[in-house]
């Protein structure tokens, strides 16, 4: 019996006819579920299309699974090619037009043309956005919009999903569905359980105004909801709302599906209503009861009605499962110690860049799976985030724990629940051999590297840039670039540090204990290797030596107080000449320094001197030789309990000093890596910079910092004479950076629930004690400072217990001469653990709840040995 060519939606019941997303289509109408009109084109008809093209689809699946990569791209090609160029037969689409005519649907409706692969929306495996969808396309021009969705099965990501997947015993055929348009209010995608947890009592629902689009190709932000579901199934509350800024929506219009700019009020406007999310979360919850199993719905609200997209199961959790962008967590407490609040564009830009080719490159050297369309970073409302989840699903393959990448990245831990697999045990020896090959010369080449970084940008005068051309300035930026991705060590130094501590984790907490941690931090301290640590203790001299000075000592006490005089006031002092030196050596470096548009040392030097300013406004402090010597004696002191701990067994022991002597190095080359890769930041500014200038003074720029609101490839553009009114492009920008700079925005997505929140907030509060990770061992007593953002820096008193989002290296100088302690919220294990560490600072790290429950001025003591801040009354 010859198959249809086409089925009416209500028919499509059998998968491998009409692919998995029109019989989920097909359930939701049996059900009772408003579903869109439509009609699926099915696999016969690509069956056919295929055959005509002298294609087998079966052999070149097959080949192309076992092929190289070259000649996987070569074979895949071949199909998607000979697809487009064929011609759709005319009973084909006569078919369609007889049975869109037997619907309610108008010869004018703007048409949806979607995929339907026969191995989509599958229980271990979605191919969630790997296939094709067009929206708006008119009834005459269907014929491309559904040779594009066949083509879309002989795509590379197609490919390798299903080499991630180990799916090798079916071979994907193409079905489509053509529907009309829904001209949605707003419209979005919803989880029957949390996506992120797996909790079956929380329905998580995401919602943008207009079409869905670009929500479900992860271009916007959406506003979240979580509504709290009961165990009978009852809907109870709203727990959590979290309201996105919108700057358009995806609406459809007589010319087809456009994006529209959305009015002030409507940017801040919630695009559902809290009784519409609850009305969804009832309807998203009768779907999973109909399909018996957790569900993954894509919905649109038009004139009042709830239309139901698609329905798909949520893959299991586990290692097979899914991982996509909307159920990823996202993190910028790492980003925060070098970057500033809102980045520039460029500076943006170079991040992501960074990310994908000089980290994620060296994951795939590696041997592990990335998922298809997968970012290693986001930008949310001007702010960068990092994806966790990716990192997590990355150290899960190579063996290790994804629970420590919060260590490393900072913010709360998050269960992780999904991503590829283990690596095979072959492939885990490869990659072993390798990254420690990549660790080895490393820390090799780094002397050279470092320095030939250094020589990079000292060779950029101020003549050579001054006369050069835009064009010759960018030739040098691209030059920069390149032999960066070239010579980059991060991750390689990054690794070295990661896998020393995980080796001492393994040997010190058997035989050390429970406060191995506190431990191993004691044994770190005084290296005096470390640049941040140096730079700290290079101010401190400074100041004893400006307090030798009379000339410096009037200056710094002088009223009024005329910082940019201090080369004229302090020519001929020794504090002076020994300034200058240290500008010398640290001038490249700035508050939120990794992004190129921030003021270096070296342009700003009042800065610097404000911190020296601020030790005469109280006692002398410690002298360094004291402080050095304090830190050497507690090294010291740690490294014998700990060789106590081990007793005879002297091959732990050597194991301990080997490992021990290996991650001292790694740390140490890790600041050194950041101090050197600054100098690249330093002359990227430059270069950038005086192409700015050149810009501004021909007319096209309104002043040379307008170059920071532009890509690299908008640069290229205008260099190269492109016409385009790039002032209005970049006051657009500005506006932009303004209104979200008035965003408060979270430092992990998906933020904990608001009851979660307080049940935590509770919780500490009733027992008036705050707990963290300790970083550098201690005890202090004193008031609580917040110090949020570089500008509250200036309030900050000698003997003030510090509480910070993270510690920028730029910011460490003020902190390490004024604070008596300091205490980390959702910061990293790195460059704040290593200041605390190197200037004996007690400090805990990732302590929650902190700026809910302390207040300036509120006096608490803290026992850094342990992690914990203790209240002195907690109500």
Known sequence: MRKPLTLQLNSCDDPSLVGGKAAGLCCLIHHGFKVPPGVCITTEAYRRILSESGINPRERWIRALSAPESEQHRLLTTCWAAILKSTVPEE??????????????????????????TNEDRIDASFAGLYETQLGVPLQD??????????????EKVLKYHLRFGIRETIPEMAVIIQPVIAARAAGVAFSQHPVS??????????????????????????????????????????????????????????????????????TKPAITDEEAVSLARLIKDVERAFQRPVDVEWAIENGATWLLQARAIPKTGSQADLIERTCTWSRAN?????????????????????????????????????SGLSAVRIIQGRPFL????????????????????????????????GP????????????????????????????????????????????????TPAELLARLDALGQRLQEGDLTLAIVAGVAQGLQALEFLLKRWVGADWRAGLNASLEGLGTVISAKQILWLAELAEAARREAPAQAFFLAQPYEPEQFRLRLAGTRFLQEFESYLGEYGHRAVGESDVMSPRFSERPEYLLGVIRGHFQGPPAKPVDDILHQRESARETALRQIRSAF???????????????????????????????????????????????????????????????LTPEEIRRIVGGAAQDWKTLVAVRRAERDRNAAQSVPDMLPELSVATLQAQAQTEAQAGSLTGIPISAGCAEGPVRLVLTPEQAGRVKRGDILVLPVIDPGMAPLFGLAAGLIVEMGGTLSHGAIIAREYGIPAVANVRSVTRLLKNGERVTVDATRGEIRRRDPA
């Open 335 to 371: 980003f925060k110690e070098t970057l500033p609040e809102l980045p520039s564009p460029l500076g943006l830009s170079f991040v992501q860049e960074f990310m994908e080719t000089n980290i994620l490159r060296q994951y795939r050297e590696l041997g592990c799976t990335i998922p």
């Open 198 to 267: 797996g909790n079956r009592d929380r329905v998580t629902i995401n919602a943008v105004m207009g079409i869905a689009a670009p929500l479900v190709s992860g271009e916007v932000t959406p506003d979240q909801y979580v509504i709290q579901v009961k165990r009978g199934g009852e809907v109870c509350e709203v727990m959590e709302r979290n309201i996105a800024k919108k700057d358009s929506a995806t609406r459809l219009s007589a010319d087809g599906v456009q994006d529209e700019p959305l009015s002030a009020e409507e940017m």
């Open 387 to 418: 994806n966790v989840s990716l990192f997590q699903s990355l150290t899960l393959q190579l063996g290790g724990n994804p629970a420590l990448i919060t260590e490393q990245m900072g913010g709360e831990a998050r269960p992780f629940h999904s």
């Open 92 to 117: 084909i689409i006569r078919s369609v037009h007889e049975a869109l005519a037997q619907l309610p649907i108008s010869d004018s409706a703007l048409l949806a043309v979607r995929s339907s692969a």
């Open 142 to 155: 269907i014929g491309e919009a559904i040779k594009d969705c066949w083509a879309s099965v002989w795509r």
């Open 421 to 468: 697999p283990r690596l095979p045990w072959w492939k885990l020896i490869r990659a072993a051999i390798l990254m420690e090959w990549k660790i080895r010369r490393a820390a090799r080449r780094a002397p050279a590297w470092f320095a030939e970084m250094k020589r990079m940008t000292e060779a950029l005068t101020e003549d050579t840039v001054r006369t050069a």
């Open 647 to 709: 007793g005879w067994r002297l091959p732990l022991w050597a194991a301990f000093q080997w490992w021990y002597r290996r991650l001292c190095r790694h740390l140490s080359l890790r600041e050194g890596n950041r101090h050197y890769l600054m100098y690249f930041s330093d002359a990227t500014r430059r270069l950038t910079r005086q192409i700015g200038a050149h810009l501004a003074t021909r007319g096209i720029l309104e002043s040379h910092d307008d170059i920071f609101f």
